[in-house]
């Protein structure tokens, strides 16, 4: 069964506090409603304390865009799941591609933070996603398998239902590049499946997998229609509140031509 909409910004490096400041008011003068959607918005640490006063009442939950896997103590530059959830946090985007890139994520890393994740009462948004030459080279099942595997490992399928995953085609992201909706489907029916073996079909359809890479109001209508994409993660269209709020609406669009 279709879900509602889950869509969640990813500010990346951008966004100052009088940005984010700008953003809410900009959103409650557009006011999509929170009815029909979960709504999210993943500010740098250093806007998060603004955005989680701007956000009360405006149907947006917070989430962050990477923890540290340890609670407290000597990890100089670090932020922590508990300081996370005390910043108003209920999300966290663990694996990114850029951090897979230029930070040097690996799987074992992946699973570390999804784990205190979990600890601190945060949801993880696991990100999961091809390079180009991986796709022409036809291993975008194999690689996505393979990364999925990596999350997954150590945790019971009680704690796996409440995962979200992000399906991020690497050459999508901030290219103006998208996966069709066909292409995004086919992945997103794979990742379902591989959930439906690890902890069971119905639970598996209930777990929320999204779609991130160049997602815009124009190609979010029909991105949504597919059967499991549960929603989006934006990247560049997510920076102003009136584009992520037009995803939002053709998506909750999508979802009533779905339903009813
Ligand atoms: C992202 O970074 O998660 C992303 C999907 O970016 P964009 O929407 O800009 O492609």
Partial sequence: MKKRPFVAGN??????VPMTRAWFEEWLRLSPGPE???MVVCP???????AARRSTGTGIWLGAQNLYWEEAGAFTGEVSGPMLADAGCRYVIIGHSERRQYFGETEATVQKRIAAAIRAGL??????GETLPQREAGQTLEVIQAQLEGGLSGFTGETIGGFIFAYEPVWAIGTGRTATPEQAQEVHQ????????????PAAGCVIILYGGSVKPSNAYDLFRKPDIDGFLVGGASLEAAPFAEIVKESIRAYYKEVN
């Fill in 11 to 16: 500010w990346k490096m951008n966004m100052t």
């Fill in 36 to 38: 029909d959607a979960e």
């Fill in 44 to 50: 740098p640490y250093t806007s998060l304390w603004e």
């Fill in 123 to 128: 949801r993880p948004i696991v990100c999961v």
């Fill in 190 to 201: 794979a990742v379902r499946g591989r959930l439906a073996q690890k902890i069971g079909k």
